[in-house]
């Protein structure tokens, strides 16, 4: 499985971005997306989840209601769209995917910089 993650940038407090991750690979390996995110100092975040067929998505608190987590399987993609950032949001943000189970055994992408200023 290979991910690449796209979309990242400088954007100004309550802006938007839209995240996109492109898969290849064993679908059933992919099963699962994710995206995380990780801040200079910081241990990685989880922020949100999906499952193959949208029907079950997963949120940390702190995007809840901001972000919105989909996903394209005949376009093998996993979109992230980020709605009134914060400065807080700034960090290395990676989508990764696995099949079941936890995330210790996923596939993980490049990550894209995501820099929101005040």
């Known amino acids: 499985v290979q991910l690449q993650a796209s979309g990242g940038g400088l954007v100004q407090a309550g802006g938007s971005l839209r995240l996109s991750c492109a898969a290849s690979?064993?679908?059933?390996?992919?099963?699962?997306m994710g995206w995380f995110r990780q801040a200079p100092g910081k241990e990685r975040e989880h922020v949100a989840t999906?499952?193959?067929?949208?029907?079950?998505?997963y949120y940390a608190d702190s995007v809840k209601g901001r972000f919105i987590i989909s996903r394209d399987n005949a376009k093998n993609t996993v979109n992230l769209q980020m709605n009134s950032l914060k400065p807080e949001d700034t960090a290395v943000y990676y989508c990764?995917?696995?099949?079941?189970?936890?995330?210790?055994?996923?596939?993980w992408g490049q990550g894209t910089q995501v820099t929101v200023s005040s």
């Open positions: 999906i499952n193959w067929s949208g029907g079950y998505t």
């Open positions: 690979g064993r679908t059933s390996s992919r099963d699962v």
């Open positions: 990764a995917a696995k099949a079941s189970g936890d995330w210790s055994s996923a596939y």
